[in-house]
């Protein structure tokens, strides 16, 4: 095959084109510490990227889904703790009051700390966090309890999405935790308190029973907001690792292995270096130059 | 034989010597010219004469002047462009779509459409919380215009195609003008003499013949005359009486297309830059900017279908989250046309387009463009209306056979995609499964959770994949179709330089091989004169006798 000095000189701008092409992708890679900079560097690695990608932002969402139900029930649960505190109060003042050592005056002034307590409970259960009655089930901008201690709300449990296919509930209608009117819990503690202010030992005596039950329901009440709370623990430590795992597995397939790339850079330096010099050599050099 | 006769001969030498010089130095000047075929001196011996019986030379006769060339890499440097043109219009198209839907630099929809959902989720945990709802504005309306984003620049790109093809078109124009004049040369040098006399002016043909395969595909052949003949699509481009151009203009498609004396001939390119326009243009179309609209309009479809049962804070209900889907149509007949078309219910929507084909005057049969099924047949009565598949069509005039009408609620529904709600509407927003006016349940989120789970389900519109699913595919296509045209585009360059590697073999000139022959032409050169300058001392030596 003859070969021209225009042969020579396309071949060489040729080779120098193509490392310098390679070198600026090697370098872009650098720069931008992916390997993937566009769909078509790597079409089924991008696809995994992508999917991983969707995959962290589900996660990420579930996530935030899950700090929120852990507020709202936290506060839930501070809630519940006041109430017991209140409630354990109201029976031991019930409990001296049942005493025949009792006067009229006596049970009188317990009456009044009975009254606090009472209001002490319809404020929790009227609470409100973020602005929302957060007894009142889906009715949460109406107050959960009227004066009658009549619940006004409805039995609609905010479900939050908590991962692909799992959902929990974010409140506890007023209902299930106070009862309503009369036989709620603060109904209770206002029977307490007219029996006292009546001077009733009687009615003093059956309200610890009653007292004792709604104590129970209170410790249902938070050993069911225990149990989500736990199980939010959970699943947030469980979306954590995969959250983790899933964000190896995208850097794997995405992230610049940045050693192997400069490394890469240098041999294509060293080629591009001995191209320009044996091309320096070559096209500079014809029979010309020795017809002297 | 005579003295004089060996002046002849040095002369001879002399001659022919300057003859291969010029032929030398020619090369040299044209090293560096592109398609330029290295010429040769070919010397050959003058006729003898016969003196007493012997005979004896006189010297160097005619110098032939031989053109290096062959055909037949010359016809495959014209296939190997034709491709190369090709793989080079695909690309430069697909590396703009490529562009567009590039989720490695988190450009295209996969942002905006997590967030979306994202926000439908933070208004399900807070149902009646008012930045709640108004972030979900903001991230619909955000999912709206990054649609509208990159169907701007999807439109664009493919504008762009159009103006490249009517740019070839003129280029082409150019070149089979310049072909046309270098034929006639051509044919007035050679006429009565051998082909290869104007093998000048044929290097330069050969080399528009190249440039015009990297523009198009062609066939063409050389006449008697020494002139080619180029044909496309039946159509000839150049011929024995000169050339004639192309023109293109926009169809009611939208298209560019390209006629050759009022015949449309688009469809029949296939290679060079002009195919691979046509190509990427319908890849474009078909693909990418159809799987784009398909996945809006179901997003829209699917938001509003569920939307619209549920109950905002204000009690309304019935209320599109997105704006309703539209029906596109289009005529293609003489004297029917449709009145209305509009979408009947929107959940009976496939997403598909139809025809709908005439028969004869008085029946009609509507086919699925997607499927090619017959979906229904009918008789046709003007301004009755024709429902199919949620969509409601009425067709007015008097279309005759063979007259069609597109209907589409793909084509516009990128232009119509907007939220539905305002700022100030954020109570319409749909969270609730009960009417909140009556029950006061202002914190039912049940519908946005329903909403929120459309994010993970099959749509069966998509071919029960999911929104992310569908738009992870659209990517996947783009970018198998893009690395594809690199590669062909690497492949067809590489071929096609070591198709030139050979032409240059042949046709190429080596400054070394010319040097070579320069100083073998000097020294003939010389020696000539000296011939003479003996022959002259000689006579000089009997004239003083």
Redesign the interface.
Known sequence: ???????MF??LT?SLTENLRYMSRMSNMLATQ?K??????D?SG??K???Y??SI?ELE?YK??ID??YEQLSYAETAMTSVTNALTRAEELANQASSGTQNADTRASMAGEVANLRDEIMSVANGKF?N?YIF???????QSFDAGFNYQG?S?E????ID?SA?MA??IPGDQVYGSGATSIMGILDTLYNDLMANNQAGAQAAIEDIDSALDQIANVRADIGARLNHLDDRKINLDDRDFTLKAYLSEI?DTDIASTISEISKTEVALQSLRQSGAEVLSQ???DF?R | MSLSGLFDIGKSAIFASQTALNVVSNNIANVNTPGYSRHEAILEVANPVQVKGDYIGRGVGNVDIRRHYDNFIHLQIIGQNQSYGRSFALERGLSHIEQIFNEAKNLGLGNSLKEYFNTWQKVANNANSLPERTELLQSGNALVQTAKQMEGDILDTLKEIDDDISNVVRDVNSLTTSIAALNEKISQLEAGLSTDKASYFRDQRDSKLNELAELMDYTWYEDNNGRVEILVGGESLVNSKGAYSLSTQIDIDGHRNIYARGKDISSVFQKGQLGGFFDVRSDIETNALHDLRKLIASIAKETNILHSAGYGLDGSTNNNFFNALQVYSSDNSASGYISSAVVGNAASLTLDEYEINFVDAANYEVYNLQTGALVISGAYTAGNTISFEGIDVVIDGSPAANDSFLISPLTDVIENFGVAISSSETDKIAASDTDVSITGEKGNNVNALGIVSLYQSGISDLSDATFEGYYHGIVADVGIMSKAALDSLAYDDNLRFELEKKRDAVSGVSLDEEAANLIRYQRMYEAGARIIKITDELMEMIINL
């Not at chain 1, 095959?1 to 042969?7: A, G, L, N, Q």
């Not at chain 1, 009142?136 to 109406?142: H, I, P, Q, V």
């Not at chain 1, 905010?158 to 999405?161: D, I």
């Open positions: 095959m003859r070969i021209t000095s225009f042969t396309n071949q040729r992916k993937i900079n566009n769909p078509s560097d079409v991008m696809m990227v992508m999917d990608k969707v932002n969402q935030r889904n929120e139900a973020r929302k009142s089930g889906f009715k949460n901008d109406t409805d609609g905010v479900n939050v999405m692909r959902t974010i409140n995405e014809s029979l010309l017809l």
